[in-house]
Nanobody
Framework: QVQLVESGGGLVQAGGSLRLACAAS????????MNWYRQAPGKQRELVAT???????NYADSVRDRFTISRDDAKNTVYLEMTSLKAEDTAVYYC?????????????????????WGQGTQVTVSS
């Protein structure tokens, strides 16, 4: 049984920082695409950061240079370090596990392609 337990969300002032964690069980994060999404009220779910099994990372333009995705294989956990937070970063953040399948990375923003999702953690940035 796969479980993704997210933590680290909360209320922070603009300019502040938070670190989200996604602790996984039932899967091995180091061999899967492990990505972070977010969804703000009234908006579609948005791909924020990606990390491949090889450790390559990529980011949405809106968070590039402010957010860092990383992985601790020993803890089977993926992190999202968020700095210089802005009010527009307010959203529920989800970790998502992609499939081990050729072609996945051609469309990592395809929500339907993901195998598992975390329960989400709320991040609220006050201005």
């Amino acid at each position: 049984q796969v479980q993704l337990v997210e933590s680290g969300g909360g209320l922070v002032q603009a300019g502040g920082s938070l670190r989200l964690a996604c602790a996984a069980s039932g899967i091995i994060v180091s061999i899967r695409p492990m990505n972070w999404y977010r969804q703000a009220p009234g908006k579609q779910r948005e791909l924020v950061a990606t990390i491949t099994s090889g450790g390559s990372t990529n980011y949405a333009d809106s968070v590039r240079d402010r957010f860092t995705i990383s992985r601790d294989d020993a803890k089977n956990t993926v992190y999202l370090e968020m700095t210089s937070l802005k009010a527009e970063d307010t959203a529920v953040y989800y970790c998502a596990v992609g499939p081990i399948r050729p072609g996945f990375w051609a469309r990592p923003d395809n929500i339907a392609a993901y195998d598992y999702w975390g329960q989400g953690t709320q991040v609220t940035v006050s201005s």
